[in-house]
């Protein structure tokens, strides 16, 4: 697992998360699957396998390439750019 040119690029530390949910689909009714933490920013947003797809919406409305699980248990980070796990 090498770490992409957008990865080397994030903040460090990593934001904290702004909530604790996804509050895009708080605000519709819906239950997030997973949640996913936005590593530019601090937004949670929903998995793709959410209805709404959140997190991916957060990347395509910002260019924030990359976010990491915040499941418990999980620590891996994907890069919407380069389409793998970095």
Not at 34 to 48: E, I, S
């Amino acid at each position: 697992m090498s770490e992409c040119l957008h990865a080397a690029e994030l903040p460090r530390p990593e934001p904290e998360p702004q909530s604790d949910t996804c509050l895009e689909c708080l605000a519709v009714g819906s239950h997030p699957v997973q949640l996913r933490l936005c590593l530019v920013c601090g937004q949670v947003g929903c998995c793709d396998s959410s209805p709404y797809q959140h997190a991916t919406q957060h990347f395509k409305n910002t260019d924030h390439e990359v976010m990491r699980s915040i499941e418990p248990g999980e620590s891996w980070r994907w890069c919407y750019v380069d389409g793998s796990i970095v």
